[in-house]
């Protein structure tokens, strides 16, 4: 699904413009992303939990080269369905 049918979606449900479908999604995932930025961490219950995970540095190859390189430690977000979601699939 993409944002466009996502916004279709909620407007139809909602009876809502599909402009401020749109806003609302927008606002929804802004603030998502703010929470799990300063608190490491968001949960939705019955949906899952979006967390900040750290990943090692280490080496790795560039391929057209084959000349070894250092990858620095980074920084990125991750998801973990919640069970009653795994369940409806």
Known sequence: MTKAELVE????????TKKS???II??????IGKAVKRDARFSY???GT?????RKARKIRNP???EMMK?????TIGFRPAKELKNSL
Request: glycine residues 4%.
């Open 26 to 31: 927008d606002i929804v995932f802004s603030n």
């Open 21 to 23: 479908a749109a806003e």
């Open 64 to 66: 057209q080269t084959n």
């Open 50 to 54: 979006w967390s900040v995970r750290s």
């Open 9 to 16: 979606v909620v407007a139809a449900q909602s009876r809502l």
């Open 45 to 47: 219950p019955g949906f």
């Open 71 to 75: 990858l620095k430690a980074s920084k």
